[in-house]
């Protein structure tokens, strides 16, 4: 079935460095990647809408100059969290589709700690 | 704006035992709905999907759903669980297209006694 990876599972990193998490749909091609924050004990926010080809879509209170969002290819989205601090530490999930009309099939996600 | 609730936070059952997990919409239009598990670190997967046409939708291990549009709920059943469904469960709501951002709600975390 269809699969999506993301990569690393796990990064701690110091405060005011960048870090670069990627998200592959490894059998599929996906135009449309999505990017969300979990806090602990919390739901999943919906961060931003990559696009292959074309600028993320960020939502609402979502610093686009922060959370870098690159969708170069039809398999492969990355998130940058630049300058990360410690509030930025949580787990960040993607998720892809083939198409519109395709469930999304979620990575496994990844957690970031900053310190 | 489309949101969803899931009023339960922690729900305890004993295996064996019938399951129902709540989850209740608001959305403009006819909705897309969904039900999502995630065990601890990992990222979610999903149990089913409503559509349209019938209203009682079943799923993975042994899941269903039923939608009831009058009570704008989409309601997660097991008839008998199992130790190994242990895990947070989300109800998710989206727009037309299963590849539409979905808005998520809160999640309940099942814990099973044996």
């Known amino acids: 079935g269809a699969v999506v990876s993301q990569h690393p599972s796990r990064v701690i990193c110091k405060s005011g460095t960048s870090v670069k998490i990627e998200c592959r749909s490894l059998?599929?091609?996906?135009?449309?990647m999505f990017w969300y924050r979990q806090f602990p004990k919390k739901s999943l926010m919906l961060m931003a809408t990559?696009?292959?080809?074309?600028?993320?879509?960020?939502e609402q209170g979502v610093e686009k100059d922060k959370f870098l969002i690159n969708h170069a290819s039809l398999t492969l989205s990355t998130l940058t969290v630049t300058s990360a601090h410690p509030e930025d530490s949580s787990f960040y999930i993607c998720?892809?589709?083939?198409?519109?009309?395709?469930?999304?099939?979620f990575g496994n996600g990844t957690r970031l700690t900053v310190t | 704006a489309q949101s969803v609730t899931q009023p339960d936070i922690h729900i305890t059952v004993s295996e064996g035992a019938s399951l129902e997990l709540r989850c209740n919409y608001s959305?403009?239009?006819?909705?897309?709905l969904f039900w999502y598990v995630q065990s601890p670190g990992q990222g979610l997967q999903l149990l089913l999907k409503?559509?349209?046409?019938?209203?009682l939708v079943q799923g993975i291990k042994g899941f269903e759903a039923e939608f009831k549009r009058s009570q704008s709920s989409f309601n997660l059943r097991k008839p008998s669980v199992h130790w190994s469904d242990a895990a947070e469960y989300f109800c998710?709501?989206?727009?037309?297209?299963?590849?539409?951002?979905?808005?998520f709600g809160t999640g309940t975390r099942l814990q099973v006694t044996l």
């Open positions: 998720s892809a589709s083939q198409d519109y009309n395709s469930p999304l099939h």
């Open positions: 059998d599929f091609q996906a135009t449309t």
């Open positions: 990559s696009n292959e080809g074309s600028k993320a879509t960020y």
């Open positions: 959305y403009g239009a006819t909705p897309y």
């Open positions: 409503y559509f349209s046409g019938d209203t």
């Open positions: 998710a709501v989206g727009g037309t297209g299963t590849a539409s951002k979905l808005t």
